[in-house]
């Protein structure tokens, strides 16, 4: 793909763009799903293409293509200038990228076990065993058990000189009981909801999770639910347990600190942030407990990679210290608006997207409090567990969130199940009321394996670390 | 684009090459250009090129799944495939590839949409643009042009081709603490005027700002059609798919021949109806059906694949998803019969309530009472005595969309198209007389 992609570069250089870049990568996934017992299906795909991006008079062209052949990548270039030339008749500021120097290297995630060689039959034996497990208690309707994986090959080349390539094998997988009776339905997931969790690991995470053997505690939390009753209404206190917790990192921070949000650059669709420029290193966001990183080179985070897709080192920032936003998810081309260098954030979905500033793993630091002891020194709350809807609003501000399950806390002791418990809020309001993040033993990585973002539509696989925190006076349970 | 012949060439070389008893190859390939701007600019613009090939083969019910976007590598796709069914455990739910029926002709094709170029999008973004900046506002949206062809070729017999476009543009315009938006979709790029769009764009940007604090509860909602839009697009999403039915995760399930929700809804689907985005067979290549899903507030029918068709003892309707998705059937061409109203008179016949421009990040939060939270977003208005009396920030619903729907006192006979659940729906205003806000956010 070097001399594809040098190719490229040369013909970009040649038709006499300020700057252009390519990308090409190869794709594939496998996706393995047993249903009540039985295989749901089995498939896999391959993907292969290539993108050219340029910038011709300070207006942006894209254009991509499945074919990859030396006519072909003519044909493509002249169109990605021509789509630029169209950008800049309607063109109110000139787009300028700020400095970076170029890359040359090479990546590859952590892989111990190709899941990819990892036989078919083997996989569905696993599920199945799960599945036999779920089923087992009548309660649970339909079972459902999954896994997925996922191997990037990425070569990129700038006019400028970069050249890098990289090799990133994501897997994961999950198990999920639905208990219907009565015109209702619960649903209870493992180890998180939505097909489970993912990491850039290779099949021993899937191994690791241990399917079979989590899902009978999987199968009696469903039946508890479906004759649970109501989750009361009211402000209380809660604590959000790690995998809701990374939803709520990735709705309510996540999103609003990506610039191009900030900038309006997403407003004709996702919406923009309550955050503006000026915000960097004086809002309040959260209370003293709450400490944010954006960080691409945590291992196994599902936002884990070596480079962006322009070309900049995977780098850790700050995102929150001490509850004070400190910066924003930057692009080369939004951090020149700002007067800084970019922090790496850049993701397309595909050789087929053009990069947009994408979550890489933001993670909200572990605290120093133990979950036993902070379930004791709570005398009233609820403890919420595992995402079942979220929403939230434009400016990222109103969110509401359903769980699947609700603990009642009561004189420091874990109490009865509740059902269909949800909890809204205003960001900096919420954040501001944690009074508590447990320790690094309880911290773990969630992996986000479907963020959508951008037209055409994109999805991006990002990450988050969490540990169960607390929050004050949280209005609950406005769902009847 | 490849030629039709060289398409049913390849396909029929797959399948003569198959050792598996059933094969099926499911061909789509396309160009697809989007001009996207915000703050008054053109700031992403991209053309694309790709296709798919996705087979399906049974080993009996051993079933194997594979694709790639590349031709040369179909036949890998084709051995992939059967690798995966021989080894597979038998599927309970496969029940065979369709037999060949003759699909109706539709034309959804438009050689000047197909052909439309990066200048002609950014002459109509400019457009946009220049309304915007004549109101003082900053737009931000997209224009999408597309065409593709798809074909489907079983060993049943099954050969059918198909090529259409589609077109999309979304205008949005922000001005002080204002904002209002717009879609227009179809497959003809010359029936989109967006001009005049832009203009009811920058009217409403105008109106929305300076909005005004009141307290959630519930109101007599106004809903235009794009919040319709989103509400229509949940309750398909929940309970118009013919395996979460069978699977009695649907609030249809059981339901045929009782009321469901109120008497002026009536929801269909119908890929051939003109007045949509036709097309005339699903992934596994069986002709389209009209399915009336809801009939006056009585649930009347379901859509089927293959695989749903065989469990519920019926035929399938043509509602199958690509053989890579296991979501089930659904309604790919939505259509939310019209009423005899008009926003106008719906206004006027309110004495206190909310007129809802769209919502915004909507989800379930029930799925089987299909209720729905979301936020309100482009304009939400207090009506009173038949007035609008001033703008209103943003709220919070969590509304169950059933009863809202039972509520509803009048539709407008004037209907608007846009995306819907995978395909593209057409859906008048309502008018509802109980909607139920939960919360409110600080614009």
Known sequence: MREFCEKAVNLIRMRGASYGDVRTARQREQHVETKNGAVESVNYSEDAGFGVRVLVDGAWGFAASNRMTTEELSRVVARAIEVARASGTVLDRRIELTDVEPATGRYTSDCAKDPFRVPIEDKLAMLLRADRTLKAEKAVTIAQCFLSCFETEKTFASTEGALVEQKITETGGGLCATAIQDGELQVRSFPNSFRGNFATRGYEYVEAMDLPGNAASVAEDAARLIAAPQCPSGRRTIIIEGSQLALQVHESIGHPIELDRVLGLEAGYAGTSFLKPADAGKLRYGSQAVNVVADATEPGGLGTFGYDDEGVPAQRTDIIREGIFRGFLTSRETARVVGQRSNGTMRASGWHAIPLIRMTNVNLLAGDRDLDELIADTSDGLYLSTNRSWSIDDKRLNFQFGCEIAREIKKGKLGKVYKNPTYTGITPEFWGSCDAVTGPAHWKMWGTPNCGKGEPSQTARVGHGTAPARFRNVEVGVLK | ?443
């Open chain 2, 1 to 443: 684009m490849i030629e039709k012949q060289k398409i049913f060439d390849m396909a029929g070389s797959l399948i003569k090459a198959s050792p598996a008893d059933d094969t099926e190859v499911y061909f789509r390939e396309g160009d697809y250009h989007l001009t996207r701007f915000a703050n008054n600019t053109i700031h992403q613009n991209v053309s694309l090129t790709d296709a798919t090939v996705l087979i399906r083969v049974a080993f009996g019910r051993k079933v194997g799944v594979a694709s790639s976007n590349r031709l040369e590598d179909a036949k890998r796709a084709l051995d992939e495939a059967c690798g995966i069914a021989r080894v597979s455990a038998d599927s309970t739910t496969y029940a065979g590839l369709p037999r060949p029926e003759t699909p109706r002709e539709v034309n959804a094709f438009d050689e000047a949409t197909a052909g439309c170029d990066a200048m002609s999008r950014a002459e109509r973004v400019k457009n946009v643009v220049d309304e915007a900046k004549r109101a003082g506002a900053v737009a931000a949206g997209a224009l999408s042009t597309s065409s593709d062809q798809t074909a489907v070729v079983n060993s049943k017999g099954i050969v059918v081709h198909h090529r259409g476009t589609e077109t999309r543009l979304n205008v949005v315009m922000m001005k002080g603490g204002g904002s209002g938006t717009a879609e227009r979709m179809g497959w003809k790029l010359s029936n989109i005027d967006e001009r005049a769009a832009a203009r009811h764009v920058a009217d409403r940007t105008v109106k929305t700002d300076r909005p005004q604090d009141i307290e959630p509860g519930e109101y007599a909602v106004v809903l235009e059609p794009e919040a319709v839009g989103v509400l229509m697009r949940f309750l398909a999403y929940a309970g118009l798919n013919g395996k979460a039915c069978h699977e009695k995760q649907s609030f249809m399930s059981g339901k045929l021949g009782q009321e469901v929700t109120g008497r002026l809804i009536t929801v269909t689907d119908d890929g051939l109806d003109p007045s949509g985005i036709p097309i005339p067979f699903d992934a596994e290549g069986t002709p389209k059906r009209k399915v009336v899903f809801i009939e006056r507030g009585v649930a009347t029918g379901m859509c089927y694949d293959t695989s749903t068709a065989a469990a519920e003892h019926t035929q399938s309707t043509g509602h199958a998803l690509t053989s890579n998705q296991s979501f089930g059937p659904i309604p790919m061409n939505l259509f939310l019969a019209p009423g005899d109203s008009s926003l106008e008179r719906m206004i006027a016949s309110t004495t206190k309530g909310l007129l809802v421009s769209k919502f915004h990040y909507a989800n379930i939060a029930e799925p089987m009472k299909v209720v729905v939270t979301g936020m309100t977003r482009f304009g939400l208005f207090l009506v009173r005595d038949g007035k609008i009396a001033h703008p209103v920030k943003n709220m919070r619903f969590t509304q169950n969309v059933l009863e809202a729907f039972e509520s509803a006192s009048a539709l407008t006979a004037e209907r608007q198209m846009m995306e819907g659940l995978g395909g593209a729906m057409l859906v008048p205003g309502m008018k509802c007389e109980s909607f139920r806000f939960t919360g409110k956010t600080e614009f």
